[in-house]
């Protein structure tokens, strides 16, 4: 794993099924803590709670530390459920950068 890839991985948030304020505050504290970017990752049914994760954070709590929407990319991956069958799901990144 190249020093970029593994940096970006401590710098990503996967949206689940935790309260919906555990991940804005993770989002928060990641940039406390010096990063200079932040991707809230989400899948599936995930995928409006990371949406609204990252807006709220951008918004609401990182208004002061000119925070912004650097890019969003959209895919699905394909993964075999619990049935063995193959399936697809949707796939978002939202990439937050300081300005």
Same mark, same amino acid.
């Given at each position: 794993?190249?020093?970029?890839?593994? /940096? =970006?991985?401590?710098?990503s948030?996967?949206?689940?099924?935790?309260?919906?304020?555990?991940?804005?505050?993770? !989002? !928060?504290?990641?940039? =406390?803590?010096?990063a200079?970017e932040?991707?809230?990752? @989400?899948?599936? /049914?995930f995928?409006? /709670?990371?949406v609204?994760? #990252?807006?709220? @954070?951008?918004?609401?709590f990182?208004e002061? /530390?000119? !925070?912004?929407?650097?890019?969003? =990319?959209? #895919?699905?991956e394909?993964?075999?459920?619990?049935?063995?069958?193959?399936?697809n799901? =949707? !796939?978002?990144? +939202? +990439?937050?950068?300081k300005a």
């Amino acid at each position: 794993m190249t020093e970029e890839t593994q /940096k =970006s991985q401590e710098n990503s948030i996967f949206i689940g099924g935790k309260p919906f304020m555990n991940y804005v505050t993770g !989002v !928060v504290m990641q940039f =406390s803590n010096g990063a200079e970017e932040v991707t809230v990752k @989400a899948r599936g /049914k995930f995928i409006s /709670k990371g949406v609204d994760v #990252a807006e709220v @954070a951008r918004r609401k709590f990182l208004e002061d /530390k000119n !925070v912004s929407v650097k890019n969003v =990319s959209i #895919a699905s991956e394909e993964f075999e459920n619990k049935e063995g069958k193959l399936v697809n799901v =949707s !796939v978002i990144e +939202i +990439i937050l950068k300081k300005a």
